[in-house]
């Protein structure tokens, strides 16, 4: 018996399984197929066409292209493709993490770091991180608002964002590298550290 099934295991499959198997391995690999040829125009040198073609990814509902755009998007060396891009990325509420530099030779008094503390982390006495939590988009005040607290909370503006932490507001300008750069400025009060503190905010990151 067991000779018997060892033999029929090494016979050749019926002709159905067969097909069904080619069926499985082009229905794998047509979707790579096409996933690169997008690539290919996302990345290619003709400009309107990328950007066509990353609009209709962003609203196809996929989370895949989507996912592909916005990464292209984000990098992008056109202006336009990555204000749109991070529109789109806005547009998805999520929460960013901000890491801070403080711009001053020499020692920072403890106002700066009252405020990483009161707001995120502090790494080191010139350093720390925060997050940015942007909430849903008010269509009557034309900004972002908070998950907790009314108002606008963030603005978007082509590629520049500004943001409202910690009773101050924040300006950054996103690059080809998927980063948001910039900076936040905060009076303590007049005897202590007012700013401005640089910013690096990843955005790439966040796109799982």
Not at 21 to 46: C, R
Not at 75 to 102: C, E, I, K, Y
Not at 162 to 173: L, Q
Not at 188 to 193: C, E, G, P, S
Request: aromatic share 6%; proline share 4%.
């Amino acid at each position: 018996m067991i000779r018997a099934l060892a033999f029929a295991a090494l016979m050749p499959l019926p002709a159905v399984a067969q097909s069904t198997a080619a069926d499985i391995l082009s229905a794998i690999e047509a979707p790579t197929s096409e996933l690169e040829q997008l690539m290919e125009v996302l990345g290619g040198p003709n400009e309107e066409k990328a950007l066509t073609a990353m609009r209709l990814m962003l609203k196809s509902g996929d989370a895949t292209m989507e996912r592909m755009a916005l990464r292209a998007g984000l990098t992008s060396t056109s202006g336009v493709a990555r204000g749109v891009a991070l529109d789109a990325f806005m547009n998805t509420q999520p929460t960013l993490m901000a890491f801070a530099t403080a711009d001053t030779e020499g020692e920072v008094n403890v106002g700066f770091e009252q405020w990483i503390d009161a707001n995120g982390s502090l790494s080191s006495a010139k350093t720390g991180s925060f997050p940015i939590v942007v909430g849903p988009y008010l269509d009557d005040e034309n900004c972002f608002g908070s998950t907790t607290l009314r108002g606008c909370h963030s603005r978007l503006g082509g590629t520049e964002f500004s943001f409202y932490v910690g009773s101050a507001w924040g300006t950054a300008r996103l690059n080809d590298e998927g980063e948001l750069i910039g900076s936040i400025s905060h009076r303590f009060d007049a005897n202590r550290f007012t700013g401005p503190v640089s910013l690096k905010i990843p955005l790439l990151g966040q796109l799982q």
